[in-house]
């Protein structure tokens, strides 16, 4: 948007940070401004002026034109509310999707979760490998059951204890059918992909030693940790495929044999990677940009440890392995990139969207806020009551019954009845219907949730109550969604009218002239390496970003959201709504037993997600990798996903990229240049062509595509100045009358104490 609607942005931002409180202590305090029938006290002025000062966005040499500023976005904000919107069914469901949203830091035990973030990136610092023993429970198993279950696993610990193999007992009597074969063994496990309590288990039983049985929701478990070392790091790595499938026949293998082995033989003549690539791998989907995956490794993710070994040896770029067999073929790896754990603060944000993201960590989470909350909110119980809504759960009722309208609890003296709880189990056994979910949970079960839920839900609906700077926020968003509306209407998009815009540019010719200039693309480095690699990302728009998302995960054979995907979603759809340079390519993928088109639908989905959300197709890149990019042969759960991978149009995204690391390493910008507008696009020739010089220290590189003289523009060239001007004329005549229908006072000498 334009520079006044950013000026409004910023004042709605300090306005707001007045809380209720204030705001009523000063309506008996001399108004410094008012508008209509609004009065808006000097302590109000005075808070907003300040707040704008101390945080640069306002300087005192500025002040009057803060004022304006503040006047106007007032009388907009007025004529809003004078107007009915802040009624309508529209404002109040947006304003109400804010809220939900700026809520969530509230309702997270904000303790807890930062112990998590610290506790996965110490464990991220070591890798451990485990083998596990798996005995299946049902999450509504008897008591009985459970005790069998129980029994079972202890026993075979026991056995483990006194001298037998974990391998063959895992052999054996372990249930996993994946692990079973191998002995139990899982290999090295990613931090943040596996149940928090399998996790842990893994992460506190000492190299060698046998855990105790554990519960996960899938059953019961002990591991032993087969061994432990420090972080491998991450590589990025391409590679050449030589295919070979369990249906060829001898000669076709041996075939395969020495396509590999020749194609090693020419890697050891020093021919590039990239050519031998094109010509010998089997790996349609990256033989085309030189056999590189399009992800990065870590050596539990990797097929197997004989790889890993081989990868990770691998020291400096460029490197490649002997030729190597896995269960796809023969493979020549070679490294790309290879990088460290980053440091704790770069590392935190993608630990918490993992977090919040993983339920077994989410429940733990909400466990610790209810618990606090059940103590802030003086929760009280009655348990004859709750007796007898247990012993009534399963019986035939008409709904008129006395015992319905009994209090089961109470929270800060809000009563909840045991009709209430009918209901809300009622309302949620609907909704995992109407997904297909069956689950018998037990009346302890539903009672629990039904107290989270209560505790949570009041304790959202008192936000405003207990946090004045929440309050602030959603009154912040608030009279930004108002003022917001009331400019696209009256400014906004009358300003897309076409035939308005020509008009406006015939009455002003003389604004829209071009001086001598020339457009160019100017890249300067600190050094020469840096200015090549800076060419090489830079070729092409739009460029590749290093931004990481999570991969989104499907259930087996499905294509619908589960509740964390609809939450990564929405974070997602805010990166690319703040983002406005950004592209995002959505591969989907599928496990190798899944229907052929699953993966296809998983990325459709997503892609109409997004656009629904309001984001351009236009910036969305839709991919389907089906089942030939598994993410694990083991875990066939991580095939079935769908993959996140941003790109930018903008320059400045990548320049930020490679600052990152070094400050001032580059810059880079594309458009048309003026004389004495840039000292190195000066110092170049103004010829069409590609110019390399040094100057003042830099690395400089100049492609200059086209020298113009001075000139009129045309109203296409100038049509986004136009449209800018345009809307400045359009917002000036809309605020004067404003003012003509609600009258604008100012107390001039409570102005200038306050911002003089």
Known sequence: MNKLFKIYTVIAASFALATHEQMALAQSEVPAITIGSKTISSRDLELTYKKLVQNDSVKKENSRAFLQDFINYKLSVFAAEKAGLDTSRAFVDELDTYRKELALPYLTDKAMLEKLIQEAYERMKEEVRVAQIFIPISSHATPADTLAAYDEIKNLRVRILRGEAFEQIAKDYSKDLKSAPRGGDLGYLAVLDNNYVFESAAYNTPKGEVSMPFRTEKGYHIIKVLDRRSFRGKVRLAHILVSVSASMSEAEKAAAKKRIDDAYAYLKKNEPFEGVCRTFSDDASTKSRGGVLGRWYEAGTLIDEKITDLVFSLKEKGDYTIPIQTSLGWHIFRLVEKKSLLKFEEMTPYIRQKINADASRGSLARGTLVKKLLRDNNFLEYISVKQDAFDKFYKDRTGQEDYLGKTLFSINSKPYKTKD??????????????????????????????????????????????????????????????????????????????????????????????????????????????????????????????????????????????????????????????????????????????????????????????????ISATRVIEKDDGKFKPASKTDHSKNMRVSIKFFSTSMDDVVKRFNTLKPNSLTAEERYFKRSENEFVDMANWAVGEQTFESKGRQVWIDINKVELPRAKTFQEARGQIIKDYQKQLYDNWISKLKERYPVSVNENEVRRIIE
Do not use: H
């Open 421 to 614: 709880f009918y209901d809300f189990v009622l309302k949620q056994q609907r909704q995992m219907l109407k997904v297909g979910v069956v689950e018998d949970k037990s009346v302890e079960v539903w009672y629990k949730q039904f107290v989270e839920q209560a505790n949570i839900a009041f304790e959202e609906a008192n936000l405003e109550v207990r946090y004045p700077e929440f309050r602030s926020v959603v009154q912040e968003y608030r009279e930004g969604i108002l003022q917001k509306e009331m400019y696209e209407k009256y400014v906004l998009a009358p300003s897309l009218d076409s035939l308005g815009q020509v008009r406006y540019f015939q009455q002003n010719p003389d604004r829209y002239q071009y001086t001598n200039r020339v457009l160019a693309k100017l890249i300067t480095t600190d050094r020469k390496e840096t200015l090549e690699q800076a060419k090489q990302v830079l070729q092409k728009g739009p460029y590749p970003m290093n931004r990481r998302f999570p991969e989104i995960y499907f259930e087996k054979d499905k294509a619908d959201f589960t509740p964390d995907a609809q939450k990564m979603l929405y974070e997602l759809a805010v990166i690319m709504i703040k983002n406005r340079d950004y592209t995002v390519e959505i591969t989907g993928n599928s496990d190798a037993d899944e229907p052929e088109n699953i993966s296809a639908e998983r990325a459709r989905n997503i892609v109409n997600s997004l656009i629904n959300k309001g």
